[in-house]
Structure formats: C-alpha cells, structure tokens
C-alpha cells in the first residue's frame, strides 16, 4: 500500500531578532513620532526621505561589529553583478544624498528623517536586527554651534513626549579628547587599532563596572561574577594610570545637587534633601582646566577637543541649558567610526525593572555626533556635518516604563447585519456614520448576532447599531444602539441573570434619521470626542 505523499507547509515563524507590531502600539508610537516631528520643525528642519538599501560601497562600513563576515549589514547582488545593502542607519545614505544633489541645496542644509534600519548582528534581549530611527542632520556647518544645537534638540525632544526635567541627560563629549588620549598612551598608529578599540570598549563600561572594573579592562582583562572572562587591553600601568587619572578627574567634578547650587532652569522638585548620592552636577570648568593643562597640553588634538567642548557649554549656558539638561561625560564613545567631533547620548535616569523584576537603569535612547569625512568619500572635499539619532524602540519602552504612552483611539462603531438581504441598508448607515467623522464599520463575516457581539467586544467598540424587522417596520423606522462600555460598567453591578434582562443595560432606541447625533452622544460621552 502506497504511502500518501505528506503536503509540505512553511511553518509560521518570525525570523531572529524582527517583531511584529500590534496595532495599539503602532498607534502609540505614531502619536510619539508626531511629537518628535514637531520639535524638528520648529527647529527649522526639512523631512527627506531615502531607499532603504544603497549600493554597498556608498554605505560604506563603519559598524564596530567587524568580526562577523558581512561587517554587520545585509547585503544582496543585483543583476548587474552590483552588492547592494540595507541601510544600517540613515546618516550614510543622506551623505550619498547630499553629494548626489550638492550644488541645488541650501548650506548648511538641515533635513530629517525616520525609518527602519537593519544590521546584523547577534539578536538579543532588546537588540533587534530591525529597527527605526529619527534622525536630524545639519550639513555644512563648522563645529560649534551647529552641535550644540542638536544637543539642545535632543533634550527639548525628551521633554516633548514626556520625560520630565531630572529624568534624562544629554551626555557629551569629543572624539578628538579620545584621539588625543589614544596619541599620550602612544597607541595613535593604525597597527593598535584593535587595542584602541579594547580601550574604548573599555571606558564605555565604566558606568556598569566602575572605575575598578576598567582598570581590570584596560589590563590583563576582567571575569565577571559567573565566572566568564573578557580579555583586556593589555596596556602597562603608566598607560593605565593617564587613562583613569583622565576619567577620574571627571567623577572627581561631579558634586551632589545641592539648594545652593540648583541652577534657575531646574526643577525643585529635582532636589533630594534625603539623598547622599545625588542627583549631581558636574563643576566643568575646574575638569576641563585639568584636563588642558595636566592631560592634553602635549596633544594638539586633544586640546582642539577640550576648547570645542568649553565653547559648546557657553552655548548651552547661554541658551539657558544648565547641567542638569546637558553635561560633560568622558566615558560616552558611540559605536560608529565616522564620527570626528564632538559625540552626544541622550540617557533617561530613571530606574525600571527588568523581565526579572529586578531593578535597572535604563540608559541611553538615542545620539549622534559630528561626522566631518562622511560626505567627502565622494566629493573629495571636506564637507563638516553633525547630527543626532533617536532610538524608536528605545524611547517608546522608556515611555512605557514612565506609563507616558496611552493609545486613546477607541475601536470603531460596528453596525451589525441582522438580514442579509437587507445588507444595502446596514452599508449606508455606515456610511452616513463614516461621513460624519466618527469611525465605523460594517460587520463583513457570515456569522450571527452572538459571533457578531463577540467581535465587537473584541474590536474595543464603544457601541453597535443594530435593526431587526421590529426596528424596521415601526410606525418610524427605528434604529436601536448598544452601548457597550456603559453595559460593561452597568454589568459589574448586576448579579441576577432577571434583573439584566429586565434592565437591558445601556441599550436604548432612536429614530433611524437621529442615529448621527446619538451616536456622536455616546462617543462624547466616553471619549469627550464627537467623532
């Protein structure tokens, strides 16, 4: 007896690292993006809007995950034997953009852009292989101002969607600080790249593990309370001790917020009189002093960094940005390497708890910097550019931990076919409801009444319009309206199964040419909206 041939079927499933979005989320982070948005233009941005993969080597590779075969990015060949790659941010595709239409624009030329971006990398916890950014860009602006407006921009974004003063902070600092480090510890020559790059990992970890643990980074390596081990830099002490007496002259600057010291533009509410840890303030010019005459004053590139970083905070202070907004941090480094300037992380301080239930900070949602050789790969020119990236994903969780965000859209009004032969008439009355503003829709499955109450407790509806033949072939055509948030609340206060029936509940009847007006009431009623 032949074996029947078994029908192959593709199995369901969501590729690593991707999600799916729902639509209450999706309405959320669309209502989030608008606030965004607007903050961008009242700063005088443009929107650009660029494809979501490039040829290859206009993206060029820039991502610090360099161990993998393909550098971090997906990538595919054309017909024309040509390797293309999806975008993994949407700075390098603007760089292409701006070379491509350089004469015809405006300098400097400030655009905006959201989107999806892909790298691939190693999915994890929170780290997904798709993701969208929110970015702002200038371009054709010297160092200065034009950073330090976009330092501005990011903390006037977090208070936008609703992370109040307090609970976020710009972070910055300038490549050419690290770059003049790197010169002092003599690991400027290419051939210690990869040990520069152990360095920076380094210094970035220093607000996990504290000074301790980068002083166990920068040497032989360091083993965690599991038992598992990272490999360090390697440096001798001498190296070691001008890396951390260089982060140490920063922790030394910062001072506990005191009444004294809480500057006009802070919040009151802000200051802790219980707390002995914080929050604090960062007494900059005393560092950057230190760090000018005991650190960088052999390093010329060390020093441009400190004096581009003591002209951005007389642009902050003069704009009214104190340091509870936006703050000096040696240990912020940004993963890319097209950056050449001053770098930038927007941090929310707040704690949240994790999956576990345990407590943790959340960190940063987004960042930029200055990328002055992006745009000369092809024009051949120096061509100065800055700008900042918001984390979608990351600032919507951030939001959610605050209890910020809150999808108010209702679900539609569902006008419920009690006659199929009659479906001509159950169409127009959606239709009038649709003219009139207020969502709605008509049921469109084949099921009856009972399936058809489930699915619109299901869609969240505030309300069905029913008409039977009774309602129908009254001395006035009828329409009757079920109101179902007031029957849910009616329900919780009602026991006996008689009295509900006797009751009917948030269920009442109109005359068929009222049913605009008295569903615009029942939607007033719970949402204060008339549509």
């Not at 009431?521 to 949402?527: E, N, S």
Request: aromatic share 8%; with cysteine; net charge negative.
């Amino acid at each position: 007896m032949s074996k029947k041939n078994k029908t192959r079927r593709p199995k369901a499933r969501l590729p690593k690292g991707m999600r799916d979005g729902q639509a209450r989320e999706i309405r959320a982070m669309n209502a989030m993006l608008e606030k965004i948005r607007a903050v961008y233009e009242l700063y005088g941005f443009e929107p650009l809007e660029t494809p979501a993969f490039e040829y290859s080597d206009a993206l060029g590779k820039f991502l610090p995950d360099q161990d993998r075969p393909n550098a971090g990015v997906f990538s595919f060949e054309d017909e024309d034997k040509q390797w293309l790659s999806l975008r993994y941010d949407l700075t390098a595709p603007l760089a292409r953009y701006v070379a491509l239409n350089y004469d015809g624009l405006p300098k400097p030329y400030r655009r905006y852009a959201t989107g999806s971006v892909w790298r691939n990398e190693k999915p994890g916890p929170g780290r997904f292989r798709q993701f969208t950014q929110f970015d702002a860009d200038t371009v054709g602006a010297p160092v200065g101002a034009a950073d330090a407006e976009m330092c501005m921009l990011m903390a006037d974004v977090m208070e936008a969607v609703g992370i109040k003063r307090g609970d976020y902070v710009i972070r910055v600092n300038n490549r050419k600080i690290l770059d003049g480090l790197r010169e002092i510890v003599g690991l400027a020559d290419s051939e210690h790249d990869g040990k520069w790059l152990t360095v920076l990992r380094s210094l970035d970890k220093y607000d996990k593990f504290g000074i301790d643990g980068v002083k166990l980074l920068l040497g032989t390596g360091r083993k965690d309370d599991s038992g598992d081990y990272t490999k360090g830099a390697e440096l001798d002490d001498n190296q070691i001790q001008i890396i951390v007496g260089f982060v140490i002259q920063f922790i030394e600057s910062l001072i506990p917020l005191s009444e004294s010291n809480l500057e006009e533009d802070h919040d009151e509410k802000l200051f802790n009189k219980d707390s002995a840890e914080g929050p604090y303030v960062l007494e900059t010019d005393d560092m950057l002093e230190e760090w000018r005459e005991n650190i960088f004053h052999e390093s010329e590139i060390g020093l441009q960094g400190v004096q581009e970083l003591e002209d951005m905070l007389n642009l902050f202070e003069s704009a009214g940005y104190g340091t509870l907004r936006i703050q000096i941090d040696p240990s912020v480094i940004r993963g890319l390497e097209y950056y050449t300037g001053p770098v930038f992380e927007a941090e929310v301080t707040f704690d949240v708890k994790n999956d576990k239930g345990q407590v943790i900070q959340f960190g940063s949602v987004g960042g930029g910097g200055r990328y002055d050789g992006l745009v000369a790969r092809f024009k051949g020119i120096e061509i100065p550019a800055t700008g900042m990236s918001i984390g979608v994903s990351r600032l919507y969780t951030a939001l959610q931990a605050l209890g910020e965000l809150e999808d108010e859209t209702t679900g539609p009004m569902l006008v419920l076919v009690m006659d199929k032969e009659r479906i001509a008439d159950y169409q127009k009355m959606t239709q009038e409801l649709r003219a009139a503003g207020i969502r709605c829709e008509m049921y469109v499955g084949g099921s009856g009444m009972r399936a058809q109450m489930k699915y619109a407790d299901k869609r969240g509806a505030p309300c069905v319009i029913i008409q039977g033949d009774d309602e129908r072939n009254a001395e006035e055509e009828m329409v009757t309206i079920k109101d179902l948030v007031e029957g849910s609340e009616l329900s919780k206060q009602i026991t006996d199964n008689k009295e509900w029936r006797e009751g009917r509940p948030a269920q009442f009847s109109v005359k068929r040419d009222e049913l605009v007006e008295a569903v615009r009431l029942v939607l007033k009623r719970h949402t204060g909206q008339e549509g």
